[in-house]
């Protein structure tokens, strides 16, 4: 990649990072291409010519979240921690963005990864759930999942989790149980974690 291109791929990651920000806190509805240009530090022009509109604008913010997102998830599976730890991580990360993520956002996201169901249905199935299954496995390695749960049941929870979340009725729901979700899929309905 030559400079020109480095700055160009440098420019378009600041937007991407700055409109992030700005709907994270306030929502996509109150925030304007105006003020997504002066956190990023470039003009509306700009903006313009990387994403042709609003829209697409919000829409790769969009992919730029779940990209990030799929990031930590990966850090999180790959360190050194112990099973535990590992989904302590993952609850406590989901709860910080549910806690973090404006409303109006995060109806937006649930929307487009209900409409969008080629993109999640692809990364789902290739990424999100050999994740799982080796995160699962690793459980019962160290004894911290029931050996006599097959990946099938597991897979058929996550499944089961995942079509519920992308109906409208639901995902408008689910925001402020994030934290009891995670915990009841790690942890059951007993609720016992082991340390």
């Not at 042709?52 to 790959?78: P, R």
């Not at 806690?99 to 999100?128: L, P, R, T, W």
């Not at 408008?172 to 059951?188: A, C, N, S, V």
């Amino acid at each position: 990649m030559d400079g020109f291109q480095r700055r160009r791929e440098l420019k378009k990651l600041n937007i991407l990072e700055a409109a992030l920000a700005l709907f994270m806190d306030y929502g996509v509805q109150k925030i304007s291409i105006a003020e997504i240009a002066k956190k990023a530090n470039v003009s509306q022009v700009t903006i313009y010519n990387y994403f042709e509109s609003k829209h697409n604008l919000v829409h790769e913010v969009f992919y730029f979240y779940i990209d990030k997102a799929k990031e930590e998830f990966d850090e999180t599976l790959n360190s050194d921690a112990a099973f535990p730890e590992k989904v302590k991580q993952l609850i406590f990360a989901k709860k910080e963005i549910a806690d973090q993520i404006h409303e109006d956002f995060y109806n937006y996201i649930m929307k487009e990864y209900a409409s969008d169901s080629d993109y999640f249905q692809k990364m789902y199935v290739q990424e999100a759930l050999p994740r799982f299954i080796e995160l699962f496995d690793e459980g019962k390695v160290q004894g911290y999942v029931d050996p006599n749960i097959s990946n099938e049941a597991i897979i058929f929870y996550i499944k089961a989790l995942n079509e519920s979340i992308q109906r409208e009725e639901n995902y408008q729901k689910i925001l402020p149980l994030t934290e009891d979700i995670m915990k009841m899929f790690f942890y059951g309905v007993a609720g016992k974690a082991r340390d």
